[in-house]
């Protein structure tokens, strides 16, 4: 086994671990267990810089798009080229994570899309304007988030116990939703000020402190097994990840539960309308960016008080639990006429989507085998980026047809009735716990 990288990042004794259960109020603030271990304290440290600072380029893309062509088609259209790639090298990605190093290979892609943010702000700078550039760049930058995210998400299982994997995945969601709704309003402050270049500029700075952090990381090499073939990871063991799922239910489950909820429950696709047609008379820009603002605003307050359900065991029926709530939340939603309301109905979408994340992340870091851990991390990855976008096809040409309510609450009780059905049927799911 190549052990070449240890020497330059220290491996570090564990601090003991924190009470099980804490008292007071800090029963039901954030779980911040996996936080008293150095590993994953660097690399969730990491997070909170580039969480902000992609959400800058995230805004910055398209918004330069639109600024060269003037047509919303061409901005959906950047979009898609970067859901290729993503969809792609996040499936091969897993598969390189289970065959080398995955603290080099985070260096290595951390590396390629700090280099991606220097390349669209030397674009910018250069006032190339073109459209053809901006899709290059942005999808080779996916394709290294793809390469990157398998990895990043693998390796939490080799930094903390497997009792402390649900509070570490709420670390991680709520850095990320955070984010979300952080990076757009100040790329929107930032915009007018410094210009779109400046943006990227930022996003590129923020990468190199998670450059840094990862190289503090210590060796996070294949398991014994796998060393003989470590530099294999062609497409016949992508299939070996795909059997794999289909041979441990709870895996398959796990998936399904997502798809679920996000394909048939999403319905961002029709805030649009929404906010025309329903909640015009709030003022069609409010009611806008409520709905948009809402779910990671209850996702982001989810985490913050993860203290009340990380330490469940009964992973199983806390992910069936809460995407049966997150339907019903989308259902309130769809029937709301009040503006506020619907806020109030999405935050508690949001929060159930939180819970659901976390135990959705735990039950593959715990119940896959840590030389498929990478592969799963990849389907993991494909799932979450590609559900949303299904949704938003199967949401507008359901608004389209039987209204945009309709179809919003609609689709909440099909999310309700569909993961009910399959707990039923399936009771691996139901069982299995840590």
């Avoid at 969730?44 to 380029?57: D, E, K, R, Y």
């Avoid at 390629?112 to 702000?121: K, N």
């Avoid at 090499?221 to 060393?227: H, K, M, S, W, Y």
Wanted: hydrophobic share 55%.
């Amino acid at each position: 086994m190549d052990t070449s990288d240890s020497s330059t990042a220290p491996q570090e004794k564990e601090p003991p671990a924190v009470p099980a259960t804490p008292r007071g109020w800090r029963r039901w603030a954030m779980d911040t267990r996996p936080l008293h271990r150095p590993a994953y304290r660097r690399l969730w440290s990491s997070t909170i810089v580039t969480a902000v600072g992609s959400q800058l380029t995230a805004v910055a893309v398209p918004k330069q798009v639109y600024d060269i062509t003037g047509s919303s088609a061409w901005v959906g259209a950047a979009s898609l080229a970067g859901l290729v790639p993503l969809t792609v090298f996040a499936l091969w990605g897993g598969a390189i994570a289970d065959s080398m190093d995955r603290r080099r290979l985070l260096l290595i892609t951390n590396s390629g899309i700090a280099v991606t943010s220097v390349l669209f702000w030397l674009q910018a700078v250069a006032g190339l304007e073109s459209v053809a550039v901006l899709m290059v760049l942005l999808a080779l930058q996916q394709a290294f988030w793809g390469l990157n995210s398998p990895a990043r998400n693998a390796s939490i299982a080799r930094l903390v116990p497997a009792d402390e994997l649900a509070a570490a995945n709420a670390l991680g969601s709520t850095v990320m939703q955070t984010g979300q709704v952080v990076g757009p309003l100040l790329a929107g402050v930032l915009i007018p000020v410094v210009g779109l270049a400046e943006l990227y500029l930022i996003d590129a700075l923020a990468l190199c402190v998670t450059v840094w952090a990862v190289y503090r990381l210590p060796a996070l090499p294949p398991p014994p097994p796998t060393a003989a073939v470590r530099r294999r990871a062609g497409v016949r063991e992508i299939a070996e990840g795909f059997r794999y799922i289909s041979l441990h239910k709870v895996l398959l489950l796990s998936f399904l539960a997502d798809i679920i909820a996000m394909v048939f429950g999403m319905p961002r696709a029709l805030f649009p309308q929404l906010a025309s047609e329903t909640y015009g008379s709030s003022g069609e820009g409010l009611a806008l960016g409520l709905l948009f603002a809402a779910i990671p605003i209850g996702a982001v307050a989810g985490g913050l008080f993860s203290g009340t359900f990380s330490r469940a065991r009964r992973h199983g029926w806390m992910v069936i639990g809460s995407v049966v709530a997150w339907g019903l939340a989308v259902t309130g939603f769809g029937l709301s006429s009040s503006l506020w309301l619907a806020v109030v109905f999405l935050a508690l979408a949001g929060v159930a989507d939180m819970v659901s994340m976390v135990f959705r992340g735990a039950i593959l870091l715990s119940a896959a085998s840590d030389e498929m851990r990478g592969r799963m991390q990849g389907v993991f990855t494909v799932v979450v980026a590609g559900g949303p976008r299904l949704a938003d096809v199967l949401h507008g040409t359901a608004g389209s047809a039987f209204g945009a309510r309709t179809a919003t609450a609609g689709g909440g009780l099909l999310v309700v009735v569909l993961m009910l059905g399959l707990a039923a049927a399936v009771p691996a799911l139901r069982r299995y716990r840590v």
